[in-house]
T-cell receptor, first 112, second 114 residues
Framework: QQQVKQSPQSLIVQKGGISIINCAYENTAFDYFPWYQQFPGKGPALLIA?????SEKKEGRFTISFNKSAKQFSLHIMDSQPGDSATYFCAASMRGAQKLVFGQGTRLTINP | DAGITQSPRHKVTETGTPVTLRCHQTENHRYMYWYRQDPGHGLRLIHYSYGVKDTDKGEVSDGYSVSRSKTEDFLLTLESATSSQTSVYFC?????????????FGEGSWLTVV
């Protein structure tokens, strides 16, 4: 059973556009929601993370929007660049736990 | 660089043979993990460790065992490899000070079972 559902599986965006990746969860015990970025042949690396006490977190061109009532969160990449082409994973962990549950991943391609 | 070394990085093995993947960290982090990555499934936790000789199962632990005899080393063993265990395996580490502590990943071990 997939505790964190991610969509879309793949996404193509033009350079300069906005990339949006969505995730939904069911377990209300989750209290930490990170996004990881993975380049081909590399391990995933933390990009940005949010806790459910805030609705939005922004770091440079990357923004997480969080909707606690809908149990959804999303990653927005503004002014998308070819260097942003990668696979993105959303994840969640529970209060007191030290392990992550991941979404299925989104392969993002930014066309120049 | 998160100070994680996985070995081997690539391996081809035959069905039914035992395989051990090694993860070595230089960060002295308490928590270590083994994940597998498969298309359409994202990353799934196999086993994790919260200290020397302290391990627990993840969501896809069947067919795998782990051992941690030193803080810096975490071994993943496939007792009798099957084709369904063809995957990319990632070791990860975390300081483990409560949820929200960053988990750092190694560069992966590509395993093919033929």
């Amino acid at each position: 059973q997939q505790q964190v559902k991610q969509s879309p599986q793949s996404l193509i965006v033009q350079k300069g556009g906005i990339s949006i990746i969505n995730c939904a969860y069911e377990n209300t015990a989750f209290d930490y929601f990170p996004w990881y970025q993975q380049f081909p042949g590399k391990g995933p690396a933390l990009l940005i993370a949010i806790r459910p006490d805030v609705s939005e977190k922004k770091e440079g061109r990357f923004t997480i929007s969080f909707n606690k009532s809908a149990k959804q969160f999303s990653l927005h990449i503004m002014d998308s660049q070819p260097g942003d082409s990668a696979t993105y994973f959303c994840a969640a962990s529970m209060r007191g736990a030290q392990k992550l549950v991941f979404g299925q991943g989104t392969r993002l391609t930014i066309n120049p | 660089d998160a100070g994680i070394t996985q070995s081997p990085r690539h391996k081809v093995t035959e069905t039914g043979t035992p395989v051990t993947l090694r993860c070595h960290q230089t960060e002295n982090h308490r928590y270590m993990y083994w994940y597998r990555q498969d298309p359409g499934h994202g990353l799934r936790l196999i086993h994790y460790s919260y200290g020397v000789k302290d391990t627990d199962k993840g969501e896809v632990s069947d067919g795998y065992s782990v051992s941690r005899s030193k803080t810096e080393d975490f071994l993943l063993t496939l007792e009798s490899a099957t084709s369904s265990q063809t995957s990319v395996y990632f070791c990860a580490i975390s300081e483990g000070q409560g949820s929200g502590n960053t988990i750092y990943f190694g560069e992966g071990s590509w395993l093919t079972v033929v």
